[in-house]
T-cell receptor, first 115, second 117 residues
Framework: AQTVTQSQPEMSVQEAETVTLSCTYD???????LFWYKQPPSRQMILVIR??????QNATENRFSVNFQKAAKSFSLKISDSQLGDAAMYFC????????????FGQGTRLTINP | GAVVSQHPSWVICKSGTSVKIECRSL??????MFWYRQFPKQSLMLMAT?????????EQGVEKDKFLINHASLTLSTLTVTSAHPEDSSFYIC?????????????FGDGTRLSIL
């Protein structure tokens, strides 16, 4: 079975600084997606960034970028120029490209932004 | 953008009653929808995969007779918590995958907070 592990229950960063959230996963599949979701206090799930496993180039979305290391099964999220609105729970998730595409989530990392 | 509506957003009911939660895809069709449960300060755990026109697929440990799922149309899936008890209190979130678009991510509803007294 696939598993996703986030080893940092909590992280904090100064506003305007850069922070990296870690995620590792375990799978025997070769075609899959990896995601980072943000869940603010409203508990809405917001997709931050997505990476296709077959793509070597790391995905970027404005201030958000990933470091995808397929051989190491590592998928970290870097947030640059942190803003107060970035404070939230962040979940790493895994899903197969084929089939039902159900998601397996990590335990989450609570990110605090210090003004 | 794609919108998934979940209703109600918050429900409080007495122990022993049944509660129905709706998940609607507003501007796309979804042959597959997913139901997740999230306990306080925990992650999302998949409960079941809802398939339009067929039986839902439940994850191991999820009681199919307690959590009834119906996906009767391409835009609506319902989760009914039967004979709810306090331990069923949780945050329930649905998501929907646009039909025929394998490369599009799932879209999540805003969740339902269920409190059983």
């Amino acid at each position: 079975a696939q598993t996703v592990t986030q080893s940092q229950p909590e992280m904090s960063v100064q506003e305007a600084e850069t922070v990296t959230l870690s995620c590792t996963y375990d799978t025997s599949e070769s075609d899959y997606y990896l995601f980072w979701y943000k869940q603010p206090p409203s508990r809405q799930m917001i997709l931050v960034i997505r990476q296709e496993a077959y793509k070597q180039q790391n995905a970027t979305e404005n201030r958000f970028s990933v470091n995808f290391q397929k051989a190491a099964k590592s998928f970290s999220l870097k947030i640059s120029d942190s803003q107060l609105g970035d404070a939230a729970m962040y979940f790493c998730a895994y899903g197969l490209i084929q089939g039902a595409q159900k998601l397996v989530f990590g335990q989450g990392t609570r990110l605090t932004i210090n003004p | 953008g794609a919108v998934v509506s979940q209703h109600p957003s918050w429900v409080i009911c007495k122990s022993g009653t049944s509660v129905k939660i709706e998940c609607r895809s507003l501007d796309f069709q979804a042959t597959t929808m997913f139901w997740y449960r999230q306990f306080p300060k925990q992650s999302l755990m998949l409960m079941a995969t809802s398939n339009e026109g067929s039986k839902a697929t439940y994850e191991q440990g999820v009681e199919k007779d307690k959590f009834l799922i119906n996906h009767a149309s391409l835009t609506l899936s319902t989760l009914t918590v039967t004979s709810a008890h306090p331990e069923d209190s949780s945050f329930y979130i649905c998501s929907a995958r646009p039909a025929g678009r394998l490369n599009q991510p799932q879209h999540f509803g805003d969740g339902t907070r269920l409190s059983i007294l």
